[in-house]
């Protein structure tokens, strides 16, 4: 049975940063590409960054150039490093394996990101 754990969010200050882990097990980690996708309230759920088997890596215009994903093989871990944090990034952040950009596996609990203004 696949799970998904996500951790490290919390409330931030505009400007500050955090790093988000997805702790992964039941699926073979190293072939999957693993995406983080986030919902704001009252938004529907919305991919944020993929990065693939490979390593290559795609992020949505609104956090490019903030934001990098990346990915421990050997701890079956994703992790997304969010810098330069807006208001606007508060959401509650999931991790998800992807096929076509569509995520194809039970969600975990998320973690919640709150930055203030």
């Known amino acids: 049975q696949v799970q998904l754990v996500e951790s490290g969010g919390g409330l931030v200050q505009a400007g500050g940063s955090l790093r988000l882990s997805c702790a992964t097990s039941?699926?073979?980690?190293?072939?999957?590409?693993m995406g983080w996708y986030r919902q704001a309230p009252g938004k529907l759920r919305e991919l944020v960054a993929v990065?693939?088997?490979?390593?290559?890596?795609n992020y949505a215009n609104s956090v490019k150039g903030r934001f990098t994903i990346s990915r421990d093989n050997a701890k079956n871990t994703v992790y997304l490093q969010m810098n330069s944090l807006k208001p606007e990034d508060t959401a509650v952040y999931y991790c998800?394996?992807?096929?076509?950009?569509?995520?194809?596996?039970?969600w975990g609990q998320g973690t919640q990101v709150t930055v203030s203004s």
């Open positions: 990065i693939t088997s490979r390593g290559n890596t």
């Open positions: 998800n394996a992807v096929v076509d950009t569509k995520p194809y596996v039970s």
């Open positions: 039941g699926m073979i980690f190293r072939f999957e590409t």
